[in-house]
T-cell receptor
């Protein structure tokens, strides 16, 4: 198992464009998280899934953000009409929530730059 | 709702000195607590976790943390700092295994030669 994989690693986009990021969790991990991290800050919770069900979405999250996990495996995070304030590192994590090993395993992240 | 407060955004210690990074949490139910480390240009890596049982938890690289319910704290310590410990450290909490994990703002640890 190679861990949590995120694609792309870097994305530069023009303001107003839509972007989509992909996350492949560790095999058989049924929980998947999305976080956003800006320089000097901790990971900010965005949303999480239990299998294909989206359990919660941050109330601070704009309607321009949407996430899916259609088959309970990989997930996508889409940002519509990007703004400069969306520039950040987007982190994906997974965990085997059905066991006592509840920690989240993180991917390397996708760095988004909106110009 | 649960939250995490890390006291001190930057901490500097001399090589060989005690490392103490502070974390306080708020949670209405028994929490699960975590410390993660992030080295420059790398992903987050779990240092240690507390779920149930023994309140003193040992992690990787000689770090340990103690869950103190009465103080709602989960401070991270290491007896002797090494240059390689320079990194950003994040405390995190969840309401047990069924809840999301919430992170603190982080503490950057600087090691002085």
């Amino acid at each position: 198992d190679t861990g949590v994989s995120q694609d792309p690693r870097h994305k530069i986009t023009k303001r107003g464009q839509n972007v989509t990021f992909r996350c492949d969790p560790i095999s058989e991990h049924n929980r998947l998280y999305w976080y956003r991290q800006t320089l000097g800050q901790g990971p900010e919770f965005l949303t999480y899934f239990q299998n294909e069900a989206q359990l919660e979405k941050s109330r601070l999250l704009s309607d321009r953000f949407s996430a899916e996990r259609p088959k309970g495996s990989f997930s996508t995070l889409e940002i519509q009409r990007t703004e400069q304030g969306d520039s950040a590192m987007y982190l994906c994590a997974s965990s085997p929530s059905a066991t006592a090993n509840t920690e989240a395993f993180f991917g390397q992240g996708t760095r988004l730059t909106v110009v | 709702a649960q939250s995490v407060t890390q006291l001190g955004s930057h901490v500097s210690v001399s090589e060989g000195a005690l490392v103490l990074l502070r974390c306080n949490y708020s949670s209405s139910v028994p929490p699960y607590l975590f410390w993660y480390v992030q080295y420059p240009n790398q992903g987050l890596q779990l240092l240690l976790k507390y779920t149930t049982g023994a309140t003193l938890v040992k992690g990787i690289n000689g770090f340990e943390a103690e869950f103190k319910k009465s103080e709602t704290s989960f401070h991270l310590t290491k007896p002797s700092a090494h240059m390689s410990d320079a990194a950003e450290y994040f405390c995190a909490v969840s309401h047990g295994r069924d809840d999301k994990i919430i992170f603190g703002k982080g503490t950057r640890l600087h090691i002085l030669p």
